[in-house]
């Protein structure tokens, strides 16, 4: 939900699954518990991301995505419409930054703790596994590199590890399919 400039994430926050319509996040983690207990010898790579577009407003499209590593995926997107258009390329960034930790801060240790426990581990396997990643929509090519170091610094303290462009798929490939619906 966007509030003034700010998109709050909470349980009951509605997000498109790409196979079953509209689910809450709790229903979107639900998806995500049974897709790794489907297959427990896999490893997986959860990411959060947010790209967004501009027009006569801003849209903001906050991705989930969930991939078993070489067999498959699964995604869960949000929209948030801002009525003002960001003009200016840093405030675009800090906000779509901000927009994936709100939705980062709901993967708590509980939650963490919870994907573990169906991947049938402790998480600590190197063979088997699960990688949580922060896409962010900037990369060393462009007028964004700049922005790198404080983007990245702002998401160093999560249990996320911060991907940039060309590793950020989940923001510069995924959310960007579904910013264009203005």
Not at 75 to 104: D, V, W
Not at 129 to 141: L, N, S, W
Request: charge should be positive; charged fraction near 25%.
């Amino acid at each position: 939900m966007l509030s003034g400039n700010a998109v709050e994430f909470d349980e009951n926050s509605i997000f498109r699954s790409l196979g079953k319509g509209n689910v809450t996040f709790k229903e979107a983690f639900e998806e995500i518990i049974k897709f790794i207990k489907a297959d427990t010898n896999s490893s997986y790579r959860i990411s959060i991301g947010t790209d967004s577009h501009v027009a006569n407003g801003t849209l903001f499209v906050t991705c989930i995505h969930v991939h078993r590593v070489g067999k498959g995926a699964i995604g869960f997107l949000h929209k948030s419409l801002m009525a003002r258009p960001i003009k200016n390329l840093r405030e675009k960034i800090y906000m779509e930054t901000c927009i994936s930790l709100q939705l980062a801060y709901l993967f708590d240790q509980e939650k963490i703790d919870h994907i573990y426990k169906a991947l049938g581990n402790d998480g600590q396997s190197s063979i088997k596994g699960v990688t949580f990643e922060f896409h962010i929509d900037i990369g060393k090519k462009g007028e964004t590199k700049a922005l790198i170091n404080e983007m990245v610094g702002m998401v160093s303290g999560l249990n996320f590890i911060p991907k940039i462009k060309p590793d950020s798929y989940c923001a510069s490939c995924f959310a960007d399919r579904y910013t264009k619906a203005i």
